[in-house]
Structures are given as C-alpha cells and as structure tokens.
C-alpha cells in the first residue's frame, strides 16, 4: 500500500515461504510501486522468516582463500529499500489496521466456500478510500513516538 493507493490483493493457497513471497515481489510489488510509487518508496515487512531469508536479505559466503563475500539478495538487486521492523512493534505495521478493517466488515457473515469468503474479502478491499490510506500513512510518525515511549512495548495502535 501507499498513501494514495492500497494495492493488489493476493491469494495464497500455499504457506508463505521465502521463494512465494519473492514471486509475489515480482509479480505484484514491482509493478504496482513502478505504477503508484515512484522514486524513493520504502518496503516496511515484518520479521517472518520468508521475509528475512538469504533469498532475499542475501548471504555471506567464504571464498576459496579463507575470506568472505557477500552474495547480494533480492532487496539489493532490485534496490528495494527497506526499514528495519522492530521485532516487538506490531504496531507500526499499517496493513494490521487494514485487516481489521476488512475484518469488522465481514463479521457475522458466512461463507460456504473460500472462493466465496475470497469474493467479500475483495469487494471490503475496494471499498478502502485514499483518506483511510492516508490517514494511517500520516500516523507513522506519532506511532514510531509511541513505540520509542513504550521502549518498544505494546501503544494505543
């Protein structure tokens, strides 16, 4: 998501593991901050273990003569730039508020199957306007004051 563009909504069937999550970088990620993003964006994860495998984040490998390298990942070849997730701070990732708010709007509804509870998932998801986007961008800075009040520990978000 962006401050003026939530983005692509995608399906998985599959456990997330580090080669999917790099597939959906590609395929979704990419072209949707090219699109809606320009220069400069930043990639806020959390601490999974997909989203912080060698795959990705890279390796050190040693080399022949004793020494050592680094195998670049994912991030760097593509230059994504990321920021670094407190490992206690859920309360900086913003998608969490965007779930809660798909979530509120399917309380009590059943569905008779997941492509059903995937249609009402994706019709929440387009109700989501720019000023709730916003709104939760601009917050970033109050909520990073929050966590470094709380020495990482548990705010108001």
Not at 98 to 105: E, L, M, N, Q, R
Request: glycine content about 8%; aromatic content about 10%; proline content about 5%.
């Amino acid at each position: 998501m962006s401050r003026n563009s939530l983005g692509p909504l995608v399906l998985l069937n599959l456990t997330l593991n580090a080669q999917r999550y790099k597939t959906i970088l590609e395929n979704d990620l990419l072209p949707f901050s090219t699109a809606n993003m320009g220069q400069g964006w930043l990639l806020y994860q959390d601490n999974a273990p997909c989203h912080k495998s060698q795959l990705l984040m890279g390796r050190r490998v040693r080399l022949a003569n004793g020494g050592t390298a680094l195998v670049p990942g994912w991030f760097k070849v593509n230059r994504v730039q990321l920021v670094s997730a407190s490992p206690y701070s859920p309360d900086l990732n913003v998608i969490e508020n965007i779930w809660a708010f798909v979530k509120s709007k399917l309380k009590g509804k059943l569905f008779g199957s997941k492509v059903e509870l995937w249609y009402f998932i994706r019709r929440v998801w387009t109700t989501i306007g720019p000023q709730i986007l916003r709104d939760l961008v601009d917050s970033m800075s109050r909520r990073i004051q929050a966590v470094i009040a709380a020495r990482g520990g548990p705010t108001k978000y």
